[in-house]
């Protein structure tokens, strides 16, 4: 059947009048859907309202799973029982894309109904690979249930045109109950000669400071603990509607509890839109329930490469921006980006790169290859040979590895705030206000948490710590209905297409995950994440974090929470205590021996008493 776009196949009105429904996003990792009732007429019912937007980032992938949970869908991880399976791409990277063929691939070969989602159909819909595929574009996710009903039922559907920007307060399941991502705006002004993002996500649009300020509220009374501001350029916000970044900050930090229960996360901004708000930001980095932390993509330390790139800015003014902050927010923590090979880098050029992470020794830096993006000017221009674009990545990175940026801090005590378990199965992951990430030996009771921890040794991507007892405070808040959709955190492991979204004009930058992304001890021959934040400088955290028993978590029955309702509680740290097994061997030997002598007993006696003839 010929691809339609799904108003031809609902037909005008579309299905009993016209549904729009909600909608997931995973990256590019498939997702399974099982449905779990009856669908018949739920599109009907669940149609949202006219100004309904959703956002254009990886909270996606949030939003989807939220609409699909909502319509009575199940979400596995188990891709071979499953009745369809979803597909969240990224297009900044070739990897990505090849990711997603792979996929595709194997979805086929596995027969099962798939749709695939984000950016890559977006920007690159006439691709063979998605031919005979239903697809659905990065503004139109809160009518996923749509695309996957008409997929289920046989039809090939493709949703692409861009409308308004979806509602904030969508059905959502979190992939970590405790964080949220809030997308600020989609698209960008940027127009970089090596990014596709803008073919898929389009100029700016920016969410008003009401609604954001309201969604602030919501997510802070249902109990979470850090809130990540996400956008393809946060520097950009407001300029498409009259107003800008400092004012939504200062709106977000007024609605913050007083009690720094509640952290929050700005998320990647390029360099030319906060030079005019360079000390209205620092000023809100100082504050107390604000992570002193901002990721700005430099991508080159030549002005000639930042030229060709078309990146609107020098590199004096972003020695400007990280100068300034550095010098007016007490501990500030700068991340950064670097593309190697960028067509026309000379070895100057790149020598130029190399002293500028040499002079800042950024603590997290996301190294990667230049890629040629299908449709952009800069797959037009000459390419470095690969050979050496390659070595120079091994060499930065080999310069990135030396330094040792949280040297010094061993002794002294941070106040952390802990939301997620590490790889290992042992130890919890918290940030200090510098966004440091700090791995202690805790319960789990402790996640949601903030407690003061004195660091016992540091590494190169982490540093370790003790939680100091007595210390930890956690805020008990009141459930709600829409925090049921949640589910205990489990990030992707596809590494190239998890790295979160993206900058509109970097390689991964991830303004709204980029501190999701954990390097691990094996990298890339294409791409190197140095660090991409939330574990980013992680030496034993790797991609996946896995749940932990550790006896001694807290495991409220609701009855128990709601009499906790806005107390204040002092968790103890208890140490697990197993049952001595030499006394479990010798309990059951004297079980066995008291049984085989009752037997006998009863032997003798039958033997005993049977009449001899």
């Known amino acids: 059947m010929e691809m339609e776009d799904i108003e031809d196949v609902l037909g005008p009105a579309g299905i009993a009048g016209g549904g729009a429904a909600p909608g997931l996003r995973l990256p590019l990792a498939a997702v399974a859907v099982k449905p779990k009732r009856p669908r018949s007429s739920r599109v009907a019912q669940t149609r949202p309202q006219p100004e309904a937007r959703i956002p254009g980032t990886q909270s996606d992938s949030e939003y989807m799973s939220g609409q699909l949970s909502a319509f009575g869908y199940a979400i596995t991880e188990e891709p071979e029982g499953a009745d369809l399976w979803l597909i969240n791409t990224c297009t900044v990277k070739n990897p990505s894309q090849s990711a997603m063929t792979t996929l595709i691939s194997k979805c086929k070969s596995a027969n099962k109904p798939l749709v695939v989602a984000g950016c890559v159909p977006q920007g690159s819909r006439d691709l063979k690979e998605l031919e005979g595929i239903s697809v659905i574009g990065v503004q139109q996710i809160d009518r996923v249930v749509e695309v996957v009903e008409e997929t289920l039922k046989g039809h090939e559907v493709r949703l692409l045109s861009r409308k308004t920007l ?3 307060d969508l059905p959502k399941v979190r992939k970590n109950k405790f964080i ?3 997308p600020i705006n989609v698209g960008c002004l940027g127009a970089c000669t090596y990014c596709k ?9 920016s969410y008003t400071i009401e609604s954001l300020v309201d969604r602030v509220k919501i997510v802070v009374s249902e109990g979470v603990r850090e809130i990540w501001l996400s956008s393809e350029d946060t520097g950009a916000y407001g300029r498409d509607i009259g107003t800008n970044l400092p004012n939504l900050l200062n709106g977000i930090v007024a609605e913050l509890p007083a009690d720094r229960s509640t952290m929050l996360r700005i998320g990647m901004t390029n360099p030319p839109f906060i030079l005019e708000h360079l000390k209205e930001i620092a000023s809100v980095l100082c ?14 330390g030549s002005d000639a490469v930042l030229t060709a ?13 990280v ?11 700068i991340a950064t980006d670097i593309i190697c090979g960028f067509p026309g880098e000379t070895d100057e050029d790149f020598s130029q790169t190399v002293n500028l992470v040499k002079q800042y020794q950024f603590p997290q830096v996301h190294i990667s290859q230049f890629y040629p993006r299908p449709g952009t000017p800069a797959a037009r221009m000459k390419k470095v040979p690969s050979v050496e674009v390659k070595k120079r990545s091994r060499e930065l990175t080999s310069v990135f ?3 040792s940026p949280y040297q010094g801090m061993e002794g002294k005590v941070e106040r952390i705030w802990i939301t997620e378990i590490a790889t290992d199965g042992v130890h919890l992951v918290g940030h200090t206000k510098g966004y440091i990430q700090v791995l202690v030996i805790a319960p789990d009771s402790m996640l949601g948490t903030s407690a003061d921890v004195k660091i016992t040794s540091v590494g190169r991507w982490s540093v370790f710590g003790e939680v100091i007892e007595g210390s930890v405070v956690a805020k008990e808040t009141q459930k709600h209905n829409h925090s049921e959709l949640q589910e205990e955190y489990r990030p992707s492991q596809v590494e190239e297409a998890t790295c979160c979204g993206t900058d509109s004009c970097g390689a991964c930058t991830c303004s709204d995950a980029a501190q999701q992304c954990n390097p691990g001890p094996e990298r890339s021959e294409n791409s190197t994440p140095q660090s991409c934040g939330d574990a980013t400088h ?6 996946k974090l896995v749940r932990r028993n550790v006896e001694g978590a807290v495991k409220s029955s609701e009855s128990d929470t709601a009499k906790q309702v806005g107390e204040i509680q002092r968790l103890n740290v208890a140490a697990r205590r197993f049952p001595d097994v030499d006394t479990i061997l010798w309990g059951g030997l004297a079980v066995s021996f008291a049984t085989t002598v009752t037997l006998i007993a009863l032997l003798a006696y039958k033997i005993s008493s049977t009449p001899s003839y």
């Open 166 to 168: 979806p509602s904030l």
């Open 287 to 300: 504050h107390p329930c604000v992570y002193s932390f901002l990721h700005v993509p430099v991508q080159s």
């Open 197 to 205: 993002t803008k073919h898929a996500r389009g100029h700016l649009g």
């Open 323 to 333: 100068d300034t902050l550095c010098e007016l927010v007490p501990g500030m923590q």
């Open 309 to 321: 790139m078309n990146r609107e800015y020098t590199v004096s003014e972003f020695r400007r921006v």
């Open 538 to 543: 992680q030496e034993a955290v790797q991609s």
């Open 180 to 182: 949220e991502i809030l």
């Open 401 to 403: 590895e030396s330094f």
